[in-house]
């Protein structure tokens, strides 16, 4: 079964500051990968996901990430922090063979952002 | 477009009642889904349909049920509330093409039970 670690439960950088936000993964065949940021008393938005192809992924508001097949890691990364980028953040893996669209969820990291 | 849809916000109910957590859909998406949301657990699959007339359980499906009648609904039945189902609670669609899967989730229902 896929699963999904996040190491820390609670990140706190200052503005201007690099955001690092770590995943590791487990999966019995290569996965989907995705971060989704969760707002206060909002629902999930999509932030990148990995698929196929190149290990870099842009996605929105600066943020990228990079799948690192031999460390089974997808960390979340962005070189300057910004006051509103304070938010929950979830790494998810998808499921395997004709299941992809099952996606299992880490427990979270809460961002907060200091001035 | 509206995007995915939830209703209601919140909810407050009594043990052993019972209620239906309301979810459409207007992308015509043909998979949806449940997931509980609890401090510290992340989010956990609930139940979960592929199209209409199909469902299957998810990674806590007990004390609720779902139908899919058509491919915009996916409704939510606590049939018998007790404290432990004390959450929030969120529907996800998506499309199932192969590297299309991108979950959008509707705003949650947080519901209580006393």
């Known amino acids: 079964a896929q699963s999904v670690t996040q190491l820390g439960s609670h990140v706190s950088v200052s503005e201007g500051a690099l955001v690092l936000l770590r995943c590791n993964y487990s999966?019995?065949?290569?996965?989907?990968l995705f971060w989704y940021v969760q707002y206060p008393n909002q629902g999930l938005q999509l932030l990148l996901k990995?698929?196929?192809?190149?290990?870099l992924v842009k996605g929105i508001n600066g943020f990228e990430a990079e799948f690192k097949k031999s460390e089974t890691s997808f960390h979340l990364t962005k070189p300057s922090a910004h006051m509103s980028d304070a938010a929950e953040y979830f790494c998810a893996v998808s499921g395997s063979g004709g299941s992809n669209y099952k996606l299992t969820f880490g427990k979270g990291t809460l961002l907060t952002v200091n001035p | 477009n509206a995007g995915v849809t939830q209703t209601p916000k919140f909810q407050v109910l009594k043990t052993g009642q019972s209620m239906t957590l309301q979810c459409a859909q207007d992308m015509n998406h043909e998979y949806m889904s449940w997931y509980r949301q609890d401090p510290g657990m992340g989010l956990r699959l609930i139940h979960y349909s592929v199209g209409a007339g199909i469902t299957d359980q998810g990674e806590v499906p007990n004390g609720y049920n779902v139908s899919r009648s058509t491919t915009e609904d996916f409704p939510l039945r606590l049939l018998s509330a007790a404290p432990s189902q004390t959450s929030v609670y969120f529907c996800?669609?998506?499309?199932?093409?192969?590297?299309?899967?991108?979950?959008?989730f509707g705003n949650g229902t947080r519901l209580t039970v006393t």
């Open positions: 990995y698929t196929t192809g190149a290990t």
């Open positions: 999966s019995s065949v290569p996965p989907y």
């Open positions: 996800a669609s998506s499309y199932l093409g192969q590297g299309e899967v991108n979950l959008h």
